[in-house]
């Protein structure tokens, strides 16, 4: 079996927040898409991330996350929640 192809756990990680919003190219999605399927570790922090990233994006909108602590999480999370186009 030829897995050359296949992203590793870190490189699957590291696409989780542009795989989310979408930004992803076909091929880069399926190849993520896969590799969540088949382990456990990347899919459970894949759906936390994803859970969190619809709350806060949420709270966002309804404006009732305070600017500074909306700035600490995405910092923390190095994750651009309120798609300002900018961490922090
Ligand atoms: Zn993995």
Known sequence: MDECDEPDCAATLKELD??????????????????????????????????????????CRNEEMPSDLLARIEQCFSTDFDNDGQIG
């Open 18 to 59: 542009v795989f989310l919003d979408d930004e992803l190219s076909a091929s880069a999605r399926l190849s993520i898409s896969h590799h969540l399927a088949g382990c456990p570790d990347c899919h459970g922090a894949f759906d936390f991330h994803a859970e969190l990233k619809i709350v806060i994006g949420e709270k």
